[in-house]
Every structure is written in structure tokens, then in C-alpha cells.
């Protein structure tokens, strides 16, 4: 993955509700979902769900399929995976798997209760 795909990748993510479109189809992988089903379990009106589906389609973050007179669409799990692999290609010294074993460690020694993400970001700043 490049610095271009990753950030086409981002803007199309830069959504709350696309992000929730994301993760529903994570969830329901590998069968994934028709545009009616998202649209009745996310509450969003089904013209606002195709403009997401659209943007999330050709950024290639989205498969769709047609069956019959229904389009289903799934995550691209393979895709989020190198983006995030992308992401941490660099850390610890070109050893990633360092990192996760250090910070899920200190996570877990320095508090037995879940912090915020906003105390989880602070940590990191």
C-alpha cells in the first residue's frame, strides 16, 4: 500500500456514518448485508446510505455483488488489513509485533478498569 491509497482510504472512512457501515459489514463478514438490511439496522434513510455505500464502493474500502433485484455489499477485510499493516509498518524499529506485546502489557498492568479513548490517546501524546 502507498501514501495515496492510504489516504483515499482515510477520506472515505472520514464519516461517522460510514464508519458504522464499515463495522457493520466487518460484523456480518463474510456473507455480508443487502442495502436494505444496513439501512433498517443503522436507521438511515436509503438514499444517504447509497451516497456512503458509493464513495465507500469506489475507494474500494466496500465489494458489492448484484443478486437479483438486490445489491449486497461486503467489507473489504483484506484491504483494512494492509492499510492497518501499513500504518504500523514502521513501529518499534520495523518490529510491530514488539510494540503490541509492550503496550497491551503496560495497558494491562497500569489499570484494572478500561480507560476512555480520550485517556487512551492522551497516553500516547
Known amino acids: 500500500m502507498d501514501k495515496q491509497l492510504a489516504t483515499i482510504l482515510f477520506e472515505s472512512l472520514a464519516s461517522g456514518v460510514r464508519l458504522d457501515v464499515f463495522r457493520l459489514l466487518a460484523k456480518h463478514a463474510p456473507t455480508g448485508l443487502v442495502a436494505g438490511e444496513i439501512s433498517s439496522l443503522l436507521a438511515l434513510p436509503p438514499t444517504n446510505l447509497s451516497f456512503h455505500l458509493k464513495a465507500m464502493t469506489h475507494a ?21 488489513q494492509d492499510l ?27 489499570t484494572d478498569t478500561n480507560p476512555s479513548p480520550s485517556d487512551q490517546i492522551d497516553s500516547y501524546l
Do not use: K
Not at 474500494?60 to 483494512?80: F, H
Not at 509498518?89 to 520495523?94: M, Y
Open 60 to 80: 474500494g474500502l466496500v465489494g458489492v455483488t448484484q443478486e437479483g433485484r438486490y445489491q449486497r455489499y461486503r467489507a473489504n477485510l483484506t484491504v483494512m
Open 84 to 110: 492497518i499493516v501499513y500504518l504500523t509498518a514502521e513501529c518499534c524499529a520495523g518490529h510491530p509485533e514488539q510494540c503490541f506485546e509492550s503496550q497491551s502489557t503496560s495497558v494491562l498492568s497500569d
